[in-house]
């Protein structure tokens, strides 16, 4: 197999699972760093879940971190134009309830950041 292959095989793998499906899709949404803490509270997930999906994510080449302190910050790795938009209407193929409600506490989430 080729690095394209692979790298292939690695994004579909990492988005076959609704708890990743639902980090990303928050992370999209968020259009911002995230610390585990807010993606947590965002998808109420428990945080061994959250860091399991997100070192998934992460080696897929789809997510990325960034350590400040104590907190870890994670983000969307842009890949190529035409694979980050199908990823998104992939995830976005969802159902809306559950990422509505997701992005709604993450909304949440972001305000509280801003006081």
Known sequence: MNYLTDSFI????????????????????????????????????????????????????LVKERKQGRFVYYSLIKTSEKTHKILIDLVSTVSDEILSRDTKRLKNQLLLRKK
Do not use: P
């Open 10 to 61: 690695n994004i579909m793998k990492a988005m076959s699972d609704l708890t990743r499906l639902r980090i990303f899709w928050v992370l999209h949404r968020a259009n911002a760093e995230l610390c585990v803490g807010e993606i947590i509270n965002s998808i109420e997930e428990n945080q061994y879940n959250v860091s399991r999906h997100l070192k998934i994510l992460k080696y897929a080449g």
